[in-house]
């Protein structure tokens, strides 16, 4: 079962939902993150997200299969974009489908969460300044 | 002496100048392979701030390289 992939071209949604679709959902939570236009204070022009395909799409099912074992969910999706986005693109997508609302919330939220931390996928915005720089939530020490 | 593939991914690709290397080792371990590389490089990372995967699956710092393997150091990921 491949619940998440990988995208190296825009985001489609309705076939993502359309896979969730289900007579015992009562359900149905998504989110979606989208490019914004700045990161600590810096204008942001535009941004390339690298990944590790084969590492991040293992580490991806591994997630949500986790996520349908934690919480009273159905099943889930998650696509993860690549390459140059453009200031509003939407960058990822989770969606998730439940019995109840709890259940839906509760995995999308914590899915989202596990992919940004664990899931070997770069950041590399490019500024208005024209500077740019990879994103590591952890900053390297000094040199 | 074994020969392995090294995979570099963001800053340590730029610190590194290349994507990916094939390498001989010595090292009993990924932790000093790493050793070796970031000399070799000047990486700044330490094997604290990194993981390190094998073959496409995480892997642990006292593992033994293996030939033929490709081996990624991983940098904090910043997804999402």
Known sequence: ?143 | MIELTVRYFASLRDAAGIESETWQTHAHGLRALYEELAARHGFVWTPAHLRVAVDGDFAGWDDAPRAGSEVAFIPPVSGG
């Open chain 1, 1 to 143: 079962m491949t619940r998440f992939s990988i995208s190296e071209s825009a985001i489609e949604i309705a076939p993502l939902r359309a896979a969730l679709l289900d007579a015992r959902a009562g359900a149905f939570a998504s989110f979606e993150g989208w490019v914004r236009d700045h990161n600590d204070g810096q204008p942001v022009r535009g941004l390339r997200y690298e990944a590790y395909v084969a590492l991040a799409e293992k580490e991806g099912e591994r997630i949500l299969a986790e996520a349908l074992e934690r919480f009273a969910a159905l099943d889930a999706r998650c696509v993860h974009r690549v390459g140059d986005l453009a200031i509003g693109e939407m960058a990822v997508w989770v969606g998730v489908s439940a019995g109840h609302r709890d259940g839906a919330f509760a995995a999308c939220r914590w899915i989202i969460d596990e992919v940004k931390a664990r899931v070997p996928i770069w950041k590399h915005e490019h500024y208005v300044s024209g500077d740019a720089g990879w994103l590591h939530p952890t900053p390297p020490p000094p040199a």
